[in-house]
């Protein structure tokens, strides 16, 4: 085609599709509502997977029934090591006397912040019952740690969560 007749073609195909309707109307979309900001929460492990989900609550009241296997739950973070981030304790609230457990991290592949206390949660882990011998529930005493329950010769029941991974972040939302 010569470059005469390519142009006749390129005003034919502007001139056909320059038509007289009304042009459609402009839809303003509201601004949704801001999603809690990804960046606000901070990962720890590996990315948590698909476990089932369970509430803390009912792994503490019957550890049994989760025993060796991998849950996913939510709770507030009480307390953290001081130290190192090695470990922290997570309940399902803030209250001191709401019932929570340890969670360690899987391998000691991976710790928390050692200011994490104050924080939300989401851990998937693996639930474990173990009795602790009284040197190492000294020493986590020492490190800030509490047991409801010790045996006359220092040692405890634990229920834990050994964790393969964590999110964590703050609650910025007015009370």
């Given at each position: 085609?010569?470059?005469?007749?390519?142009?006749?073609?390129?005003?034919?195909?502007?001139?056909?599709?320059?038509?007289?309707?009304?042009?459609?109307?402009?839809?303003?979309a509201?601004?949704?509502?801001?999603?809690?900001?990804?960046?606000?929460?901070?990962?720890?492990g590996?990315?948590?997977?698909?476990?089932?989900?369970?509430?803390?609550?009912?792994?503490?009241?019957?550890?049994?029934?989760?025993?060796?296997?991998?849950?996913?739950?939510?709770?507030?973070?009480?307390?953290?090591?001081?130290?190192?981030?090695?470990?922290?304790?997570?309940?399902?609230?803030?209250?001191p006397?709401?019932?929570?457990?340890?969670?360690?991290?899987?391998?000691?592949?991976?710790f928390?912040p050692?200011?994490?206390?104050?924080?939300?949660?989401?851990?998937?882990a693996?639930?474990?019952?173990?009795?602790?011998?009284?040197?190492?529930?000294?020493?986590?005493?020492?490190?800030?740690?509490?047991?409801?329950?010790?045996?006359?010769?220092?040692?405890a029941?634990?229920?834990?969560?050994?964790?393969?991974?964590?999110?964590?972040?703050?609650?910025?939302?007015?009370?």
């Amino acid at each position: 085609m010569s470059s005469r007749g390519l142009a006749l073609l390129l005003l034919l195909v502007a001139v056909g599709c320059n038509t007289t309707k009304e042009p459609a109307p402009v839809v303003k979309a509201e601004t949704p509502a801001p999603a809690p900001s990804a960046a606000s929460r901070k990962a720890f492990g590996a990315p948590l997977g698909t476990s089932p989900r369970a509430q803390l609550a009912d792994v503490l009241k019957a550890p049994d029934k989760f025993a060796d296997q991998s849950v996913l739950v939510e709770g507030d973070v009480r307390r953290a090591c001081t130290r190192r981030g090695c470990w922290m304790e997570l309940s399902e609230a803030s209250d001191p006397a709401a019932s929570g457990c340890r969670v360690t991290f899987k391998d000691y592949g991976f710790f928390v912040p050692t200011d994490s206390a104050g924080s939300k949660a989401r851990v998937e882990a693996r639930v474990e019952s173990k009795l602790l011998k009284p040197e190492l529930v000294a020493h986590m005493e020492s490190e800030g740690a509490k047991f409801a329950e010790k045996d006359a010769d220092g040692s405890a029941r634990e229920v834990r969560l050994v964790a393969s991974g964590v999110e964590l972040w703050r609650d910025t939302s007015p009370n």
